[in-house]
């Protein structure tokens, strides 16, 4: 398969640019014709650049309201094309894309615009370049890929082809099925674009909110499911107006579209195993079973405070590995190491963050796969030296620098615990809180990365996105989305910090990058861990009374229900299956949490209603604790 991405998709100048492109791995570029523009160096020197970054000029664009001039602007329009094929020429450029015309003095007419391209097909003969037509989903006369089929297809030139582009197609809700009537070898090139379901003016939509294919909420799968299926073999390229993308890093964007593509063509394949398209083999997405371990990086003294806050949570201390200095708490289900080494990956992590998440440790199918389909799709393996008597547990690099190990039941990882573990009793005998399982881990990142996040979660694992929802902080707003799996065992919640005022924002700051924010243990009865937790000394995070007020309107909930969730701060909220109760603990250090669960019904949900109030109760403490207001 040939990749290759637009200029105008990520940020800086055209060196910047190439060699961000490169190091991706894509095969080629389609040059923008701005980006040549703004370049202070010539035709040839531009070709040179690109191909001395090993990449090809897959396209030169765009060439706008060439079809359906009158008189005298047609002869014009058909000089300045003759311009810019000269141009190609000397950039090593051999197909260039025409965009349906927008122009107010184009006349419409199907065989008068094929004509205009027979013409410009046998000029562009002549110099050995070919010429591919695309409907913008704002044209004119053309706006729809059908109709520019039909022109190509009366213009009856080998030189002129079609080119598709999934944005123009699936924004204007046209079947994608209708490309499978298409020849594959009169598609000359195809672009790809996922975008955000957002009701606005298509051209505005476009040129700001496109993102990469799997990242947004439009069906490129089917859209490149008919392409692949009519035999087109040619470039699969990206082509991304995103505001944001354009001020981002020029490298992670290029890694993320590059992820896309490999990730679509997986998909593809899957679907249409007749394709020409040459796709890589790779096990499918990975099914999760479970959360297997958090691990924690900390130094001797906030290892001691997070153990005394797990204590009054309810968990155990249950094991002191074999011969490093980690600690294994357990209760129901979870599984909580606390690493205190002073070298290796978890003390550079704590170096780097201070106390912080490090290591995620899922539960799959067979690791040795996950770790091989992670790697087909550019996470980088992660490997560590293997100590006497420990095992080798397959692992990769996460999106912001932590790390994600992988169980399964196949192999010896089965008894990790038992193996690498030597069981302690713990004489503090803490009660026992009735927690079962991890609800979700919630990561918070700066807002500009949460795109990143989710597509190396979903392209990895068998997942799905909800739709973002907006949590109010006093300070700003964080934008909230959840990866998870059919089976509810794999829930992780993406905030994206716009500023560094808001809670999210101060510890993406203090941390010193995106990292877990808060963990959530899933209780199957809140009372029940309320009251051990109590027993147990946890201190809650208190809620205002306000809120009980609010809730009782809200929802008309029992007296004595409404008591017992204000007497124990207990936050509630309720959908169309179901009923969600949380139970907040008190920062730890610069705002980490722990949070309790219990879902009843099919509740889906993450309670993002009432995230706000429990931000709220999280500054005023912080305030009263003298720390500077957010
Ligand atoms: O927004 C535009 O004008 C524009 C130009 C060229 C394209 O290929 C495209 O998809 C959009
Ligand atoms: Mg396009």
């Not at 650049?49 to 664009?61: A, C, K, P, T, Y």
């Not at 289900?333 to 899922?362: K, M, P, Q, W």
Request: proline content about 3%; aromatic content about 10%; glycine content about 10%.
């Amino acid at each position: 398969m040939k990749t290759s991405i637009a200029t105008v998709s990520i940020s800086g100048d055209l060196a910047e640019k190439l060699a961000a492109i490169a190091a991706a791995g894509f095969d080629g570029v389609e040059i923008f014709e701005n980006d040549f523009l703004a370049f202070d160096g010539g035709p040839r020197e531009v070709g040179q650049m690109v191909r001395d970054h090993g990449l090809e000029i897959s396209l030169f664009q765009p060439f706008r309201d060439f079809e359906g001039m009158p008189d005298p602007q047609r002869s014009r329009t058909f000089d300045r094309a003759e311009r810019k094929l000269d141009l190609m020429g000397e950039l090593g450029a051999d197909l260039v894309l025409v965009c349906s015309t927008v122009s107010p003095l184009a006349l419409g007419g199907i065989d008068r615009a094929a004509d205009d391209f027979r013409e410009l097909g046998e000029g562009a003969a002549k110099r050995g370049i070919r010429v591919g037509y695309e409907a913008l989903a704002w044209g004119r006369h053309v706006s729809d890929h059908r109709d520019a089929w039909e022109i190509v297809r009366r213009a009856d030139h080998a030189n002129v082809g079609l080119i598709l582009d999934s944005f123009h197609t699936l924004a204007r809700k046209i079947d994608p099925d209708t490309i499978r009537s298409i020849p594959g070898d009169r598609i000359f090139f195809v672009q790809l674009a996922d975008a955000p379901k957002i009701e606005m003016d298509l051209l505005y939509w476009s040129r700001h909110f496109r993102n990469m294919p799997g990242e947004g909420d439009l069906d490129v799968t089917g859209f490149m499911r008919a392409v692949a299926a009519t035999g087109y073999d040619g470039v699969l390229s990206l082509e991304i107006f995103n505001d944001q993308f354009r001020g981002g890093s020029p490298k992670s964007i290029s890694v993320d579209g590059h992820r896309s593509l490999v990730y679509l063509m997986d998909r593809v394949r899957r679907f249409e195993p007749d394709i020409r398209i040459a796709v890589s083999d790779m096990p499918d997405r990975i099914e999760v079973e479970g959360v297997e371990f958090v691990e924690f990086a900390a130094d001797e003294d906030e290892a001691a405070q997070l153990a005394a806050m797990l204590h009054t949570l309810g968990f155990a201390r249950a094991g002191r590995h074999i011969s490093k200095d980690v600690e294994l708490w357990r209760q129901g289900g979870v599984n909580i190491v606390i690493n205190t080494e002073r070298e290796g990956f978890a003390h550079s992590s704590y170096v780097v963050h201070g106390t912080n998440v490090c290591d995620i440790g899922l539960k799959v199918e067979d690791a040795a796969a996950t770790v091989e389909r992670a790697r087909a799709l550019g996470a980088d393996p992660f490997e560590q030296i293997v100590g006497p008597g420990e095992l080798k547990i397959p692992a990769i690099r996460g999106v912001g620098g932590g790390v994600m190990h992988f169980i399964d039941g196949k192999t010896d990882l089965a008894h990790v615990w038992d193996i690498e573990f030597r069981s302690v009793a713990d004489e503090t005998s803490p009660k026992d809180a009735g927690l079962v399982r991890i609800d979700h881990i919630a990561q918070t990142m700066n807002y500009e990365e949460m795109l990143t996040w989710l597509l190396f979660y979903t392209s990895i694992f068998e997942t799905r996105k909800t739709p973002m929802v907006d949590v109010v902080d006093p300070a700003g707003l964080v934008r909230s989305q959840a990866i998870e799996n059919d089976n509810g065992l794999l829930r992780i919640t993406l905030n994206g910090a716009e500023n560094r005022r808001t809670l999210a924002g101060h510890f993406i700051a203090e941390s010193f990058g995106s990292a877990v924010q808060h963990i959530a243990f899933a209780s199957e009865d809140i009372f029940v861990t309320a009251e051990a937790l109590a027993a147990n000394g946890f201190a809650p995070l208190p809620i205002s009374p306000n809120y009980y007020d609010d809730l009782d309107a809200r929802f008309g909930l029992e007296q004595a229900l409404l008591d017992r969730m204000k007497e124990a701060n207990i936050l509630y909220d309720r959908d169309d299956h179901g009923e969600y109760f949380q139970l907040y603990s008190r920062n730890y250090g610069e705002g980490f949490f722990f949070e309790l669960v219990e879902r009843r019904g099919g509740y889906s949900g993450y309670g993002a209603a009432n995230a706000q109030f429990r931000i709220a109760a999280q500054q005023r403490r912080m305030r009263a604790k003298g720390m500077p207001k957010l």
